[in-house]
């Protein structure tokens, strides 16, 4: 098994630190390799933010995601850019505020991300804790245990609240869990 | 210019941060192509903590890093490991209290990295900031301007302190500043 999980967006949406949780629940709760990347510079397009993650059973010789099995986009821009030639079986989440233009031919799954974070924590900035809740939910490549563990370790003060917003994330995936499932 | 850096230490002493914030500087600020990278599961061993950080001024096609220009240390074991097989003229910065025993045929620069955290802003969590400052003022691979605008953005409310941290870091290793500085 060996998942290339890219999640992109826009700057201050919590990109990077939403794959940053995912390595570590993965790679410490999970048991799994994993290798987590972010490009910055001019390869990193004006205000797009984009970060990588590998999950793999098997000792991971090739760190570059090529062609990931699983988009996760939070806006629009990202969703145009990211979703070009993927490979057949790949499938998309999305935030379907930010994300409105949708092409054909592709596994689209598209969630009220933000709005679901606004409603349960206040906040927007946990909309990177409801993806991780709904990656979980719909794909099976993270356990929601481990979620839950890394999530309590960052936010001291906040968890309770993330915590539900992961539970909210998990329970909307798994409504329509993946028949690609890797778990 | 290729630089290959890796950060090393145990885990808590803000690593993957020290990682990210350097290559947010150097990608957004220097406007350098920098690609960042940690390894999360078996591959990372035990307690310690790694994060890589490549900076260079062309598209980086080779997104690994196989052998550090730059390495730095936050602990014994981090030292022990990664100062192995290290190339000539690669340098080796670290805390010369948690790193005690050295090895010989290394370009050893050590400081009181951790001490210096404490002193200025009452806690060791700080020791990724003047770690950035060592880097930055002994061998230039990034600008003390970018880190200081990198550090303002993320420490809202500690911003004065780290920023202190940071210059203290810089005027330390500008003391000596390397004869291989890259700037």
Redesign the interface.
Known sequence: MRKEIRIAGSGGQGI?LAS?LL??A???YD??????????????RGEMSKADVIISDE??YF??VRSPDIVITLSQDAYDEFTNGLKEGSLVILDDFYVRHLKDGIKNFHYPITKVAIDITGSKISSNIVLLGILSGLTGVVTLDALKNVVNERFKNKGELNIKALEKGYELGAKEAYDGKTN
Do not use: F, M, R
């Open positions: 990077v940053i390595a570590e993965s790679g410490i048991g799994k390799n994993v290798v987590q990347s972010q490009v910055y510079g001019a390869a990193a000792e991971i760190p570059e």
